[in-house]
C-alpha cells in the first residue's frame, strides 16, 4: 500500500514563502516512486498540475505559473518530495494535493501527466 503525506502548508502573504512536504511511504520496487509531484485546486477550478520530479534523475517539470517561483527537490534519505513556493500571489490559494505513479510517466508537459496515488491534501492560503 502507498501512502502520501503533506504536510505544511498554512497562511502567507503576497510576496511570502511557503514549503510543503510530501513523505512517499509503502511498498515500491525501488526505493522510491519514479514520479512525484504537486497538484492543486482553488475553489470553482479545475485541479491542475504544479511540478513533478523524476525522482530517478531530479529531473524537475514546472507548470508556466510555477517557473521561476517554485521549486521542486527530494531528499532520498527521507523518501521526501519538498515544493518550495516563493513570491507567492493570491492566485496561488488552492488545495495541494502531493501525487505519484509507478510508471516514471512524466515529463517536460506536467498537465499530460496522470499519477495514480494521491495524498489527501493541504490548504495553502495567501491573502493580505
Known amino acids: 500500500q502507498v501512502r502520501l503525506t503533506e504536510s505544511g502548508g498554512g497562511s502567507a502573504q503576497p510576496g511570502g514563502s511557503q514549503r510543503l512536504s510530501c513523505k512517499v511511504s509503502g511498498s515500491w520496487a525501488y526505493n522510491q516512486p519514479p514520479c512525484t509531484g504537486w497538484f492543486r485546486q482553488a475553489p470553482g477550478k479545475e485541479r491542475e498540475a504544479v511540478a513533478v520530479?523524476?525522482?530517478?534523475?531530479?529531473?524537475?517539470y514546472y507548470s508556466d505559473s510555477a517557473k521561476g517561483r517554485f521549486t521542486i527537490s527530494q531528499d532520498k534519505a527521507k523518501n521526501t518530495v519538498h515544493l518550495q513556493m516563493d513570491n507567492l500571489k493570491p492566485e496561488d490559494t488552492a488545495m495541494y494535493y502531493c501525487a505519484s505513479d509507478r510508471f516514471g510517466a512524466c515529463g517536460p508537459v506536467v498537465s499530460a501527466w496522470d499519477p495514480e496515488y494521491w495524498g489527501q491534501g493541504i490548504q495553502v492560503t495567501v491573502s493580505s
Open positions: 520530479m523524476a525522482t530517478y534523475d531530479d529531473s524537475a
